[in-house]
């Protein structure tokens, strides 16, 4: 296979994945999570049941992936950063290009799941799990000799956790919480070097 050819069969698979998660969140949403069945979505999106699990071994796989999807504007962020700029503070600044689109699909996928604390609690640990992963590669990617990418990782994704916490507790949007937790960071950033001994391999 070329890498034309390989490239056109992963947009098309990644095209299929699309399609599937948009039709199961939209049964979920209608129907609640727990009343729809892979089945339900395969229907939806004229697949088989077989032609499902090609794509995601689950249902839960599905919502995981569709927040996970919202996620990937942070990898793209951070490599609009400079690699001339301290990995960390840029790292953080990537984490503050929020915006309505991802506030959106993380009350979407609460909404879905928030009536069931154990998927509550198992999606959200997946979530934060991918994007550690997500993130350590983008920074990986941008500062390939400088930083320890899964360390940098951690921080960052550890503020986004907080935050959703927070959030969840007492509602309200995202956005500013960000704000505030990424501020207060480069607070204590001031004296101590962001790429100290502690971020280096």
Known sequence: M?????????GRRDAARNTIIDAAIGQFLSRGYTSVSVEDI??????SVRTFYRYFPSKEQVLISFALRSAEFLPRAIARQSPEDPPLQAMLQAAAEWDEEVESAFWTWVKISNSLPPLLSYIDGAVHAGLRIMVAEAARARWPEEVNPQLLAAVVVGVLSSVSEQTLLNGGDRRPLVADAIGVLRVALTDPPPSGPGLRR
């Open 2 to 10: 070329t890498s034309f050819q390989s490239a056109v069969a992963i």
């Open 42 to 47: 395969a229907v939806a999106v004229g697949f």
